[in-house]
């Protein structure tokens, strides 16, 4: 049974930035595709990024260019570096294993982690 815990969440002021790490326990984390979506109070669930076994990621549109998302096979964790974040960028990211086809649906996802609060102030 796979299991994550994100961290590195908080309070940040517009234009900051913030580093998001997810670490696994249990299967072999190289082998996993993973990502991380966000929701804002009274949003969808939204497609951050996700990163592939070879390391190659995939980003969502709105956070391209600002955001970075790398793994450390060695540690068992992926880590999503967030710059110059914005107010929209409010919200609790949760990062995911792949089991489903389709990266960018939040639906292709298990073995959600808790989720961390991520604040931002305009």
């Known amino acids: 049974q796979v299991q994550l815990v994100e961290s590195g969440g908080g309070l940040v002021q517009a234009g900051g930035s913030l580093r998001l790490s997810c670490a696994a326990s249990g299967g072999t984390f190289s082998n996993y595709v993973m990502g991380w979506f966000r929701q804002a109070p009274g949003k969808e669930h939204e497609f951050v990024a996700g990163?592939?076994?070879?390391?190659?990621?995939v980003y969502g549109d709105s956070v391209k260019g600002r955001f970075y998302l790398s793994r450390d096979n060695a540690k068992n964790t992926m880590y999503l570096q967030m710059n110059s974040l914005k107010p929209d960028d409010t919200g609790v990211y949760s990062c995911a294993v792949r089991v489903g086809i389709l990266l960018r649906r939040r639906e292709s996802y298990d073995y959600w982690g808790q989720g961390t609060q991520v604040t931002v102030s305009s």
């Open positions: 990163i592939f076994k070879d390391g190659s990621q």
